[in-house]
């Protein structure tokens, strides 16, 4: 058996290099399907420790097994790569060198916990009551999503992983604490693209015309009832309109207006009755007012729904292993995450780490030019996800 106490001094001495490596990731940024000196930087780790590993699995993923003294059940650890196209803002020596990208969803933060719990786990390889599979994974931000395309190339497979562990930054907690939620965690996302088409004119003879802003306008409005009226109130729904542009002038109605949005829930069922529902909606308020429609919905990510049994059980894990007071209840998300993807075809546990200081003034929003975290955040996550997979092979 390895104690918690183990991998928490484990842990805390490795932190300097996990600091590094953090560091190096953030300071070098890469978009979605970019990441192939990201790659590169994370398999050299690997190698270092000994660790044998594959290479573009699903794009620039990668995918590495640690084997204990027996084989029989496979745990996975996943941790994400990309970055995100922001400037960054913040004044620091490991600030992104790479013009307009940056990590600002904490993707660096995900890999290098995921480096060190790999040498913790690594270094007490023979003490494993099974096999831990490393799932570095790319494109996190970007449709279809990394995760599907790792799962097609065989991330779960030969041998077959019987459940997964993944974590994500959280700046609405200080540093030290992790919070759980089992059952429904995350939505979907879907992509909405609409082209109202009316016939543009003079906006002082509006009766010559048809006026694609005022059936825009009106989709606009009526979208928002739709959800209110036909969604369950039990089953959280969002729909959200953030780009409405019509290129007219103060005396020109416009020919056509683009709108682009997201639909969001957390019910596959429901979901796709949403989408026919939009579909029928936007088409009968164009044609009744003179004009018509163009509608692309584009498939995002399902809803992320945490295994409820494992997720109770990695919760009452991270107490052992941090304090009661350090772990916390989640509330429902409508952002979303590919990890949904995993948690499709295996039990799945999807966590949150605690990243701000406000002693230090850390804690901008996540996707925001001055996001950074607590780089003692980097010791609890790698010493949770080597708990949690060693565990997981001795108990669950």
């Known amino acids: 058996m390895i104690s918690t106490e183990d991998i928490t001094s484990a842990a805390a001495a490795i932190q300097d290099d996990l600091i590094a490596d953090r560091r190096y990731l953030h300071a070098h940024p890469e ?10 930087y994370i398999s050299s780790r690997l190698s270092e420790m000994g660790v044998v590993h594959t290479r573009n699995v699903g794009g620039h993923g990668i995918v590495a097994d640690i084997v204990g003294k027996r084989e029989g059940k496979m745990v996975a650890l ?5 970055a995100l196209p922001i400037k960054e803002l913040n004044q620091v020596s490991y600030a992104s060198r790479n013009e307009g990208v940056m990590h600002a969803c904490g993707h660096d933060v995900h890999t290098a916990s995921l480096l060190g719990a790999a040498r913790i786990l690594k270094e007490r390889q023979d003490s494993l009551e099974g096999i831990v599979r490393l799932i570095f994974q790319p494109a996190e931000e970007r449709i279809p999503g990394g995760a599907s395309l790792m799962i097609k190339d065989g991330a779960l497979r030969n041998p077959d ?29 879907d992509e909405l693209y609409i082209t109202i088409k009316g016939k543009g004119g ?27 009226r036909r969604a369950n109130a039990a089953t959280p729904t969002v729909v959200s309109i953030g780009k409405f542009l019509g290129n007219g002038a103060t005396n020109v109605l416009p020919n056509e207006v683009k709108l682009e949005g997201t639909i969001r829930t957390m019910n596959e069922k429901w979901r796709f009755e949403l989408h026919d529902l939009l579909k029928c909606l936007i ?28 997720a109770y059980w990695a919760k009452e894990k ?5 304090g009661e007071d350090k772990v916390h209840d989640l ?18 546990c999807f966590y949150r780490l605690g990243t701000s200081n ?17 780089e003692d955040s980097l010791v609890t996550g790698s010493s949770l996800m080597a708990t949690l997979a060693i565990k997981s092979l001795e108990e669950f």
């Open 31 to 40: 978009l979605s399907f970019h990441e192939e000196k990201t790659a590169a």
């Open 78 to 82: 996943r941790g994400d790569m990309d």
């Open 161 to 189: 992983v019987q459940l997964i562990f993944g974590q994500h930054v959280y700046p609405d907690m200080e540093v030290g604490h992790v919070g759980f939620r089992p059952g429904m965690y995350m939505a979907s996302a």
């Open 202 to 228: 003079h906006a002082g003879l509006p009766h010559k015309s048809i006026d694609a802003i005022l059936i825009a306008s009106q989709v606009v409005v009526s979208i928002q009832q739709l959800v209110s």
């Open 283 to 310: 088409n009968g308020i164009s044609k009744s007012m003179g004009g018509s429609a163009e509608i692309e919905i584009r498939r995002g990510y399902p809803a992320l729904i945490n295994n409820e049994r494992l």
């Open 318 to 322: 991270a107490v052992e292993l941090l």
């Open 331 to 348: 509330d429902l998300r409508m952002t979303a995450e590919d990890f949904s993807y995993f948690a499709q075809e295996i039990p799945a």
């Open 358 to 374: 406000a002693n230090r003034n850390i804690g901008a929003p996540l996707h925001t030019p001055h996001f950074d975290v607590d």
